[in-house]
C-alpha cells in the first residue's frame, strides 16, 4: 500500500513511457520503411500521416484514414465499482473504446466510416456474464450511431493465460475517408497566429486512468468516496470519453477545416505540441476542470505540472483554426453538444506549451512521439 | 494436472465456443443494425461481407476491405520454449499475427494494403527486453514485405491488471482494396462441381494452441519432447503461419479469381462450410499431416473427427475455384512457395463436409458462426 503521504504520480501508478518511447521509436522506423511495398499496387502513402494520429493512403485519389486504439486500464474502474452502483458500466466503456479511435482519426480531416471491435477477454467465461455483454453491445452500437459509422465486425478471442481471469483487453480500430485534399490537416497548415480552440473533456477520459486506480486504492472508501458534487468518485471517474466526431462533422459542413487538431490523451496537455514544428502554444485561459480531475489533482498530491502533464483537465481536444473562425468554431461545437473555449494562440517560437494563468511552461523535449 | 488417460479436447483446454458464439451473435445483430449510418457518407456496405471474414464498404465504386484480428495464446509457447533454444520466437510470432489478418483479408478477394500492429503488453517492462523487441519488430516489417503491405502504424499499451504480467496480447488489423468488383468472393459465385483447392499450412498455425500448451504440460519432456524428424515439439509448435497474400495475388494476376475462399482456423475443417449456402463439401483426398499435429493428435488422444473439426490438418486455406482452372490454381500456389492439392468438390446436397478418406462427416449443424 502506498503511504498517504507520498504524491502519486504517473511513473508509480505503473506507466514508464521511458521504456515504452524506445519501442515506439524503433517501430515507427521499420514501419516507415515498408512504405515502398504500397507502390506496386497503384497506392501511396500521404507520408505526412506517419507520425501523426492516424495513417493515410491515397487508393486511386481516394484518401483513406485508417487506425487502432486501445481502451487502456479503463475496464478495471467498471469492474471495481459495479458492486457499488449495481450497473456493469460498460456502456460506457464501449464508448471509450470507441472515442479513442475515432477521436485519433478525426485529427487528419477524416470522417470515420467503419469500427473493428476487438474484445480479447481471459477466458469464456466473461462472455457468459449476460448483463455486461449486453450492455458492452448496447454502448458500442450506440456510439457508432453517435458517430454515424458502420459496425464492420471484430474479434472476441478467449486468451486464458494472456489476458487476465475475469477480465478484457478491448480496443477498436477505425477506417475513415477524407473527402477532398484539402480537408487534409496534417500539419503543413498550421502558422503562426492560429487559434487554439479547445472542446470540453467529460472528465478523465480514458487517459490517467492507472492514477485514478492508483488513488482509489489509498482513499479509505475507495470508489464510493463522496464528490464535492455529491457523486460516487468510481462513478465519475467512468464518465465515458466525449465522441468529437459530431463536432469535426459539423464543422466540416460550415466549411471549417483546422489548419491542425490534437486529440488530448496520453501526456495531457503536452500534446498540444504533438505538432512536428516548432510553435510556441500559449495559453490565456483554461477551461473549467471538471470535479473528478480536481479531486485526483487534490487526493494524489500532484501539482499543477504534474496534473496537466499528463491529465486533460478539461480539455479532451485541440482545434487549431484560423483567427477569424475561432468563434464560429467554438459555436458550432457547442451547437453540437460540447463546451468549447477560445483558450490560446500559436506562435512562432520555441517549441513549447505555455499556460499563462498557471505560470506553466512544457517544454519541447517533455514530450517524445516521434522517431 | 490432466490425467495420461483422458483425452485432451478444446473444451477441456480452455476454449469454450458454447459461451462465446452466442454473444458473436448479439454483436452480429447489433453491428448490421449501425449499416445504415453509412448513408449520410455516400458509402454503402457490401452487406453479403457480413458474416464473411472481412468487412467490405463501397467508397464512392472504391471498394475497401478492412479486418482486425487476434493472434490468440501462441506468444505463450514462445515464452516457454526460449529457454531451451535460446531464441525469442517472436520474430516467427509476428508472422503469425499478420497472417491472421491477411490470411482472412484475402478470403473476400482482396489485396491488403496496410497493416495495424496491436501489441498490448502486461507492464511497460515487456518492452525492455530488447532482444524479445527487436524480433517482434523484425518479424513485423517482414512480414509485411512479404505480405506487400504498409505498416501504417500500432498501439503499444502496457496494461498491467487487464493483460498478464510479462506476456501480451498481439492483434492486426488490415485495411485492403478490391480493385474491381468482379474480384469479390462472397459466395455468389460457388457453385456445384467447383474444385475445392487445399493450401498447405506450415504446421499448427495459432489456432488449437491452446490444445498444443495443455499438450505440453502433461509430457514428461513438455516442449523439449522430440518429434519423429528430431525437431523439439516447442519448436515444431512456434512454426509461423503461412502468409497466403502471395498466392492470392498470383492468382489474381493469372486472371483466376477463386468462387469462394476459406480460411482454416479455429473449427479445423469445419469451417470448410463457412459459406452461407446449402452445398456438400467433398474431398477424396486429405493433405500429408504435419508431423507437429500428427504428434498432438496422437498424444492428445484425439480421434480423427475432434482433430479435423478443430485443428487444421494440413490445410490451411481453402480455395473454391471453377474445376478447369482446379490445377492452374495448384501450379500457381506452388509456383509461389505453398503447396496445394485439387482435393474435392463442391456439390449440391445438403450441407456438410465429407472427407471420404477418413470415412468423416461434419454436418451444417457442427458450425455456428453467424446470426
Known amino acids: 500500500m502506498s503511504s498517504q503521504n507520498t504524491p502519486l504520480d504517473y511513473t508509480a501508478a505503473g506507466v514508464d513511457y521511458s521504456k515504452i518511447d524506445p519501442l515506439k521509436i524503433l517501430a515507427q522506423q521499420a514501419a516507415s520503411a515498408t512504405r515502398g511495398n504500397l507502390a506496386g499496387h497503384g497506392v501511396s502513402e500521404i507520408a505526412a500521416s506517419r507520425g501523426e494520429s492516424a495513417y493515410v493512403m491515397d487508393i486511386g ?6 487506425i487502432t486504439e486501445c481502451l487502456g486500464t479503463k475496464a478495471l474502474v467498471a469492474d471495481a465499482v459495479r458492486p457499488l452502483t449495481g450497473r456493469t458500466h460498460y456502456d460506457s466503456i464501449a464508448q471509450d473504446t470507441i472515442a479513442m479511435a475515432v477521436n485519433d482519426l478525426v485529427t487528419v480531416g477524416a470522417t470515420p466510416l467503419s469500427v473493428h471491435a476487438y474484445w480479447s477477454a481471459g477466458g469464456s467465461d466473461w462472455f457468459a456474464d449476460e448483463q455486461r455483454m449486453r450492455d458492452l453491445v448496447a454502448g458500442w452500437q450506440k456510439a457508432c450511431d453517435v458517430c454515424k459509422v458502420s459496425w464492420g465486425g471484430g474479434e472476441t478471442p478467449a486468451l486464458a493465460g494472456v489476458v487476465e481471469a475475469g477480465r478484457i483487453d478491448l480496443a477498436a480500430s477505425s477506417v475513415g475517408i477524407i473527402p477532398s485534399r484539402d480537408r487534409l490537416t496534417l500539419g503543413d497548415k498550421l502558422a503562426d497566429g492560429d487559434a487554439i480552440v479547445l472542446l470540453a ?9 492507472s492514477l485514478a ?7 479509505p472508501d475507495g470508489y464510493a468516496t463522496k464528490l464535492s458534487d455529491g457523486r460516487l ?3 465519475a471517474v467512468l464518465d465515458p470519453t466525449v465522441l468529437y466526431v459530431p463536432v469535426t462533422e459539423a464543422l466540416f459542413a460550415a466549411g471549417i477545416v483546422p489548419h491542425y487538431s490534437a486529440n488530448i490523451t496520453g501526456h495531457g496537455w503536452r500534446k498540444v505540441m504533438r505538432h512536428p514544428g516548432s510553435f510556441t502554444y500559449r495559453f490565456s485561459m483554461v477551461p473549467p476542470v471538471p470535479p473528478v480531475l480536481s479531486f485526483i489533482q487534490q487526493h494524489a498530491g500532484i501539482d499543477d505540472r504534474e496534473a496537466y502533464g499528463s491529465l486533460n483537465m478539461g480539455a479532451g481536444f485541440a482545434l487549431y483554426v484560423a483567427a477569424d473562425q475561432a468563434e464560429e468554431t467554438a459555436r458550432i461545437a457547442r451547437a453540437a453538444g460540447v463546451d468549447a473555449w477560445v483558450a490560446g494562440r500559436v506562435e512562432a ?3 513549447q506549451v505555455v499556460i499563462e494563468p498557471l505560470s506553466l511552461t512544457f517544454a519541447a523535449d517533455e514530450l517524445h512521439l516521434r522517431a
Open 61 to 66: 485519389g481516394t484518401l483513406i484514414a485508417s
Open 201 to 209: 473533456s467529460s472528465g478523465i477520459h480514458a487517459n490517467g486512468v
Open 213 to 219: 486506480r492508483k488513488l482509489a486504492e489509498r482513499l
Open 233 to 235: 468518485y468510481g462513478e
Open 349 to 351: 517560437g520555441p517549441k
